[in-house]
């Protein structure tokens, strides 16, 4: 009965070497070239998590409950054939959160404050958001103002020109409307933030200094208020 069972052990053998042969040819993913931390901020739904989710995982929830804390998503892009890891915080919009949700200002290279065109209060409470950003975020953090919902343009009570003229008093802000439902801009938000970062980067970066990657959010040119026609495509 030893006998046996060796004898099939052995014959056995060659198909598992050889899959481990297989599996040792396959090539590990590449490492990320580049990681940027940004979180989304403001009021009760006005749709921070809309926007992630449907730039992370190309979803859409008609009905999402209010995030607790703060949430977050990884997606991984390639442009100019460098590979960047981006970490997208979700924070609450509730004040009760304003406490936990203060820590993540701090890390972030990106900060994206968002309204809701069709709720005038969300775009008064912007001066508040940009108060807790000159408290806790850092110097250098690169800003951007969306107005989602566009898909409510029958409904809207904030004018572009109003949004514009806000994120122009701002040093480096730029700004874009949005429709995380129709998916409109949300890919342009996050893709032109990362193209904007590589025109600036140095073509090579030492190995030991990528974990550290400072990346940053270009604010757009300024764009004469006639020229944008509505529904304007970001960037």
């Known amino acids: 009965m030893e006998s046996g069972f060796g004898v099939q052990r ?3 053998g060659g198909s598992p070497a050889v899959g481990a042969s297989q599996r040792r040819r396959k ?3 590449r ?16 749709g921070k998590t809309s926007l992630m989710e449907r730039f992370t995982d190309d ?4 009905a999402c409950k209010s995030t607790v804390g703060v949430d977050f998503k990884i997606k991984t892009v390639e442009l100019r054939g ?3 890891r981006l970490q997208i915080w979700d924070t609450a919009g509730q004040e009760r959160f304003n406490s936990i949700t203060s820590a993540y200002y701090r890390g972030a290279k990106g900060i994206v404050l968002v309204y809701d065109i069709t709720k005038q209060e969300t775009f008064e409470d912007l001066p508040k ?4 950003i000159d408290k806790y975020a850092s110097e250098d953090a690169e800003l951007l103002l969306v107005g ?7 409904d809207r009570a904030i004018s572009r020109q ?3 003229r806000f994120a122009s008093r701002i040093s480096g802000m730029r700004f874009c409307e949005a429709s995380a439902k129709d998916n409109f801009n949300v890919d342009e938000i996050f893709l032109k933030l990362v193209d904007d970062i590589l025109s600036k980067m140095p073509l090579e970066v030492p190995s030991k200094e990528l974990s550290n990657s400072v990346l940053s959010l270009q604010p757009e040119p300024e764009i004469p208020p006639e020229l944008p026609p509505p529904r304007m495509r970001c960037c």
Do not use: H
Not at 31 to 40: G, N, P
Not at 129 to 132: D, H, L, P, R
Not at 148 to 154: A, F, H, R, T, Y
């Open 148 to 154: 989602n919902k566009l898909d409510c343009e029958s």
């Open 10 to 12: 052995r014959a056995g």
């Open 59 to 62: 979803t859409f929830c008609e």
């Open 27 to 29: 090539i590990p993913p």
């Open 31 to 46: 490492a990320a070239d580049y990681k940027l931390q940004v979180i989304i901020i403001g009021s009760r739904g006005v």
């Open 82 to 84: 460098k590979k960047i």
């Open 162 to 164: 109003q949004a514009e």
């Open 129 to 132: 958001w940009m108060k807790m």
